[in-house]
């Protein structure tokens, strides 16, 4: 069975600072998926990773993907306020249709 | 514009009531999905569906029926509600196989059992 760990779970922190989400996933995946999440409102897809070493980076955000250790890393550089949310990973197990989610994280920024 | 609709955003049932959740997507997509929201446990998936007439159970199918009659159109179905299903559910569907595809989800609906 495919699990998937995020951690943190709650990560408030202050305008201006770096941060990292780590996503942890049990089994071989072909792919691996950032969303957000703003209160009462559906997932934004914000990244798909496909590969060994994939990285890519949207605004302050930026993630990348390490299959051999199978983690994943959401980094937030210079903190804004816009940028509270939970943040979700989601991982599709090789060969199969079905995504399995982390917990999430909340995250709170602080001015 | 990519949309998933799905047509009730809060509903209040009552325990034994049968409950129909529907999810309309207008992206000629193979896949679609229902996951639940709680809090603390992320989303878990409760059945997709790959194509019409097709369905396969998730993590967390006790309790739950799905339709798939058209491919535009999946239905989730609780054949007699309870309390314990007080949750929100998210729809959400994709092309089938490679690529890297995006999953979009639909706006949610909150049903409270009472």
Redesign the interface.
Known sequence: ELK?E?NP?FLSMQEGKNYTIYCNYSTTS??L?W?RQDPG???E?LF?L?SNGAVKQEGRLMASLDTKARLSTLHITAAVHDLSATY?C?VRKFGN????????TRLTIIP | DVKVTQSSRYLVKRTGEKVFLECVQDMDHENMFWYRQDPGLGLRLIYFSYDVKMKEKGDIPEGYSVSREKKERFSLILESASTNQTSMYLCASSFLGTGGNTIYFGEGSWLTVV
């Open positions: 998937v995020q779970l072909d792919r998926y969303y409102k559906s997932l897809s798909v496909l979700f989601a249709e079905k995504l399995t989610f982390g917990t999430g």
